[in-house]
């Protein structure tokens, strides 16, 4: 097996670095990349200026075998990435008739006006492999430059993705198929403190070589553990202590997300009410999830209230936390005749702690609610 290659991601937009947006793309991108055994060594933003974007690409270069360039691919004055990569790749740029005869089809199919100005769009450095957008104007690119494969992508995370699945996932699959994967295992846990879960995975994976993470998302601390694929049977017993270890409180593993498993269960029912005396607004935070799919909820009847009460009328489903003795909650769900009911205690008494509390109640309601959708 050879290496793993690893990758770099450089933003360009003003906006990124002055704060006006967060540079989304270079997560989503990164999470793909992970997800084939490839590393991303590094992840840089710079503004639109010239010579801060020749200076990112030398840095992206030096840290990388693959080099994913996003944003300034447009038809306006600070769209000038295109440029830069002819600049420094040292291959001048060709202007392209069949990109312009699809950028004037699709604006004049829109009823939008074809200027000139928007030919800009129409110009890659000459060798390079046009990567065609179906979901705006500005098409990406690829090319290789000193042995680097380098992917000039537009801005817009929906233009990138719908490019990644059509051009460069299956390129990727295909250089990477030999490759020793770098993979990393996680587990969530859920009601023990960050300092109680260090010690004991410090404990249990000390001196075994892996490479050992932590991340805090209330409520949860998760710990990961990187390795060669290469490395995966000799370092099995390990991944078994930790399991057994953290046994009673491990709830996720590999980036689950609890909000995600629950939206699989409510695909079948029409009528959705949630009541939620304890998690402080947390849980309706945390559907957002599932509710920004905005198809998947058209035809659905919602309703949501932090006290007891059911405020549509039919078969719908209702989901509740609701108060318990000694500051715990119980968790409901109800439909029809159908119903189950669970107990939680709370693992955070001390009154500074009330966010961590509503917190971990909402999880705790969320993958109940999942498992319940499991079940049936």
Not at 209 to 221: K, S
Not at 270 to 288: A, H, K, M, P, T
Not at 328 to 346: F, H, L, M, R
Request: net charge negative; glycine share 8%.
């Amino acid at each position: 097996m050879k290496t793993a290659l690893k990758a770099a991601v450089l933003g360009i937009g003003t906006e990124l670095t002055s704060g006006q947006i967060v540079n989304a793309n270079a997560s989503w991108i990164s999470g793909r990349l992970k997800k084939m055994g490839l590393l991303t060594s590094a992840h840089l933003v710079v503004p639109d200026d010239k010579e801060l974007i020749l200076e990112g690409l030398e840095f992206c270069a030096s840290k990388s075998d693959l080099i994913f360039v996003t944003g300034g691919l447009g038809p306006t004055t600070d769209d000038f990435t295109r440029e830069i990569i002819a600049q420094w790749s040292g291959a001048e740029l060709a202007f392209d008739s069949p990109t312009w005869d699809y950028i004037a089809e699709r604006l004049s199919v829109r009823g939008v006006a074809v200027e000139e100005f928007q030919k800009q769009q129409c110009y890659f450095p000459r060798g390079s492999r046009i990567l065609k957008n179906s979901r705006g104007t500005a098409h990406a690119f690829h090319l290789q430059v000193a042995g680097k494969a380098v992917f000039v992508l537009p801005g817009p995370p929906r233009e990138i993705e719908i490019i990644w699945q059509d051009h460069i996932e299956s390129w990727l699959r295909e250089l990477a198929k030999d490759d020793d994967s770098h993979i990393t295992l996680s587990w969530d846990i859920l009601g023990r403190s960050e300092g109680e879960v260090a010690k004991l995975t410090e404990e249990i994976l000390g001196g075994s070589g892996l490479e050992i993470g932590y991340r805090v998302h209330m409520p949860y601390v998760e710990v990961k553990v990187s390795f060669l694929q290469s490395e995966r049977a000799e370092k099995e017993n390990f991944f078994k202590a930790l399991d057994s270890a953290f046994s009673r409180w491990i709830v996720l593993r590999e980036n689950q997300d609890a909000a995600e498993m629950f939206s699989d269960c409510l695909a079948a029912n029409d009528g959705i009410c949630f009541v939620d005396e304890v998690s402080g607004g947390y849980l309706w935070q945390r559907l957002q999830l599932p509710f920004r799919q905005r198809e998947y909820w058209k035809s659905k009847s919602v309703s949501y209230s932090n006290r007891k009460g059911n405020f549509l009328s039919g078969e719908e489903v209702i989901f509740k936390i609701l108060k318990a003795a000694d500051f715990g909650a119980q968790i409901s769900w109800e439909q029809g005749s159908d119903s189950g009911t669970e107990i939680i205690s709370n693992p955070y008494l001390h009154s500074s702690m009330e966010e961590r509390r509503q917190q971990y109640f909402s999880e705790r309601a969320l993958l109940f609610w999942a498992q319940r959708g499991k079940s049936r």
